[in-house]
């Protein structure tokens, strides 16, 4: 391929981490937003603690955004200059810090050693599958763009810094067999009939830095304005008068303790009884911390600094949204034409050529596939109920397809949120129970509308009465491991093509996903069910193996489909291929 950006996948997951960015942005924007709004609202006993949580979160959001962008740009960079290459890869967990994972050179044998730029959950989808292999593009030395088969998913990833790191994480890798693995099948070029667009003009986006500057800039006017209200009051003594209302003044510093002497504007026409005495206030925040001033603000600059960033941050915000809306909407009142195959007579034939010229896969090939992709499991799982014998709401698995489990979490939560208002928390508690809140409504609605209705389906297809035997290859998608069964005749030889397939549901646990799934690669299964259909008119069918059933995550596939010959081929590669990409 000319560039990893012509790629149609990468292109699209590019594009949806580059619209994330700007949604956490926006998000952190109207959160600023929000918080100017409480603060034009008559004062309330709770105003001053929900806009200081505003404006924290909101700032949060900002800068967790611009940095989302800024990683987004090199990106796009490196994506649109280099190319994809496929290397074998050890992941290497670490208890404190990022994630890390070790790629091999297909050609000099070299090792790199990167750290993933991303969060624990996210890093999840970049976990090697079982053919422990992942895509690169970029320089090792500087950092690059990193993702699984496919390039669906991005993400950046930059060299470990320190010798003594690099050595003891390459060393575990090594220990991990890594240098010993085979070399992967490289990506495949795209098409020579393929035209591809010219790249766009890079756009430098000027009102989207207005807005995020300005988005701090009133940040820091609301956060001073509340900081304001806590500056505490101090008594004064008086030493002397100058001319008009200027004094000399002592007072204790409310924050170490010790007496301080400075100029003052005193109260004019105070009464003779309070003669030698006065009331100041001291700023607590900032770079003013420690001035000295009065109820008109006279003594430090603070107040002043603060009025300004709020009023140039609130003008220069709303100027910097509407010029951006504008100049969206403007630039998408041209919308361009997605390039197309000039000819798609020539495509179709050369997948014609392509598919007469390859060999089908058979029993042999496919759980010889599946014998190299086993990792033996060094530990088990406890079963799950009988789903024969007791409700579905009992059973593991569909607990967790109908989003049971997660209701019950999300109302646990709750519960504990309501606990937290009610001790006197406050307003975290009120912020985690509104989240809580939101997740158990949508797991709500996702167990009355789809969850109930498919537990039930499958625990209706789970124990229908006449089994169905066949044989099968336990096979695993290089995009995410999710595990897949093929299913071949029962009574044959090695050369039987397969009749089916279906995608299962991992049992296992989200750092051991493979728990629970048969001991051995190959075998007999039974299949139960076929009476009931899903949407698209294909059967649901739940595979019985060593006596406990594996839940689908789709519908069984039969041979012939629409789709079949290509997930099968990308479940396993021809055996050419692969031979071609382990030579050396």
Not at 128 to 136: I, M
Not at 364 to 380: G, I, N
Not at 550 to 567: R, T, V
Request: net charge neutral.
């Amino acid at each position: 391929m000319a560039r990893a950006l012509d790629l149609r996948e990468t292109a699209t997951a590019l594009e949806r981490y580059r619209r994330r960015a700007g949604e956490v942005t926006v998000a952190g924007v109207v959160l600023l937003v929000l918080a100017v709004g409480v603060e034009l609202l008559p004062p309330v006993a709770w105003t001053s603690d929900l806009i200081g949580w505003l404006v924290l979160l909101g700032l949060t959001a900002l800068g967790f955004g611009i940095t989302t962008r800024a990683i987004g740009a090199r990106m796009t960079h490196v994506l649109g200059a280099g190319t994809w290459s496929a290397h074998a890869a050890v992941p290497v967990g670490r208890a404190w810090g990022s994630a890390t994972v070790v790629l091999a050179s297909p050609g000099s044998g070299e090792v790199w050693p990167l750290k993933v730029v991303a969060s624990r959950p996210r890093y999840d989808a970049l976990r090697p599958g079982p053919d422990a292999v992942l895509w690169w593009c970029g320089d090792p030395g500087l950092g690059g763009v990193i993702a699984p088969p496919g390039g669906g998913e991005l993400f950046w990833a930059k060299p470990v810094r320190g010798r003594a790191a690099r050595r003891r994480i390459v060393a575990r890798a090594e220990r991990e067999g890594l240098l010993g693995r085979p070399v992967p099948r490289s990506p495949q070029p795209a098409p020579a009939h393929v035209s591809r667009p010219a790249p766009a003009r890079r756009r430098r986006g000027v009102w989207r830095w207005v807005v995020l500057v300005t988005a701090v800039a009133l940040g820091l006017g609301i956060y001073g304005s509340e900081r304001a209200e806590d500056d505490p009051q101090v008594d004064l003594t008086v030493l002397s008068r100058q001319d008009g209302d200027s004094c000399t003044v002592r007072w204790k510093d409310p924050f170490d303790g010790t007496a301080r002497t400075g100029p003052y504007q005193c109260t004019p026409d105070l009464d003779p009884v309070l003669e030698g005495w006065d009331t100041g206030f001291v700023v607590a925040y900032g770079p003013w911390k420690g001035d000295l001033y009065n109820a008109d603000w006279e003594g430090t600059p603070a107040n002043d600094v603060n009025d300004t960033l709020f009023a140039l941050g609130a003008l220069g915000l709303l100027a910097g949204l509407v010029a951006g809306g504008v100049s969206r909407w403007r630039r998408r009142a041209v919308t361009p034409v997605p390039y197309a195959d000039p000819d798609p007579a020539a495509a179709a034939r050369v997948s014609l050529e392509k598919a007469r010229n390859e060999p089908s896969p058979t029993y042999a090939l496919l759980a010889a596939h599946a014998e190299r992709q086993a990792v033996p499991q060094t530990r088990t799982r406890r079963p799950e109920a009988d789903v024969r014998e007791v409700p579905w709401w009992r059973v593991r698995g569909l607990r967790q397809v109908s989003a049971l489990e997660e209701l019950l979490v999300s109302a646990i939560g709750c519960a504990g949120a309501g606990l937290g208002v009610w001790l006197g928390v406050g307003i975290p508690a009120s912020v985690i129970g509104f989240l809580m809140g939101g997740t158990l409504l949508r797991a709500c609605f996702r167990l009355l509308t789809t969850g109930r209705p498919v537990a039930l389906l499958l625990a209706r297809a789970a124990t229908a009465p006449v089994p169905v035997v066949r044989r099968y290859a336990l096979l695993y998608d290089p995009r995410g491991g999710t595990p897949v069964l093929v299913v071949f005749p029962a009574h044959g030889g090695p050369d039987d093509g397969p009749e089916g397939l279906i995608p299962l549901v991992p049992p296992g646990t989200s750092n051991r996903p493979r728990l629970g799934l048969p001991s051995a690669p190959t075998g007999s299964v039974e299949l139960r069910g076929w009476l009931d259909q899903a949407d698209n008119g294909l059967p649901i069918v739940v595979p019985w193996i060593e006596g406990r059933p594996l839940w689908p995550l789709e519908p069984y596939a039969e041979a012939g489909g629409s789709d079949f010959a290509e997930h099968l081929e990308w479940l396993a590669p021809p055996e050419e291929d692969q031979e071609e990409a382990s030579a050396p």
